[in-house]
């Protein structure tokens, strides 16, 4: 707060301008996968997905399938009770803040998160995952259209629009029976 009063008293215009970086000698260069990453939150924001961020822990409850949970995802000091495990999935987290949303009279629910789950404690056994969730009403009724529902082509769209940007072909097929 002191700096900031003696600049403002000084003048902001007289404070000389560095560059830090070439100062410093620093060159920084992101990584595939956080440029990936990148990428991706901004699509999935541009067709209308709200990210969100959470815990990197979830209930012992939630775990599935219940056989693969290791001793090793346990935490010893939990935070609560119901964060009492490593995740091995995005989706028990997304879903209970679809349940919360519901509850409180939000119809729609157009969330994604990009994060790491774990199968284990060594590095490569933690990976990160994208998870998508679209739930309630796309489209309210108008005097054009109808009140339509989200449904499996509304995912197939976006995770395919994802797809493109990484040159995957078209190979790739999507089953709802599964």
């Known amino acids: 707060d002191i700096i900031e009063e003696i600049a403002r008293l000084n003048g902001y215009e007289n404070i000389p301008y560095k560059n830090i970086k070439s100062e410093l000698g620093i060159e920084k260069k992101i990584s595939n996968i956080n440029n990936l990453r990148i990428n991706y939150r901004e699509v999935l924001a541009n067709l209308g997905l709200y990210e969100v961020v959470t815990y990197t822990f979830i209930s012992d409850q939630k775990y599935y399938p219940k056989k693969g949970l290791k001793d090793e995802l ?26 919360k949303n519901f509850s409180k009279s939000f119809e729609t629910n157009s969330l994604f998160e990009i994060g790491y789950v774990f199968e284990g404690i060594k590095e490569e056994e933690q990976k990160l995952h994208l998870a998508l969730v679209l739930s309630g009403i796309k489209r309210y009724k108008s005097w054009k259209y109808e009140t339509e529902q989200f449904d499996f082509y509304d995912v197939k769209s976006r995770l395919m629009h994802l797809l493109k940007i990484k040159n995957i072909n078209d190979d790739i097929r999507l089953d709802r029976s599964k």
């Open 74 to 99: 346990i935490l010893a000091n939990p935070i609560s009770s119901e964060l009492n495990v490593m995740r091995n999935s995005l989706y028990p987290n997304l879903l209970d803040i679809c349940n």
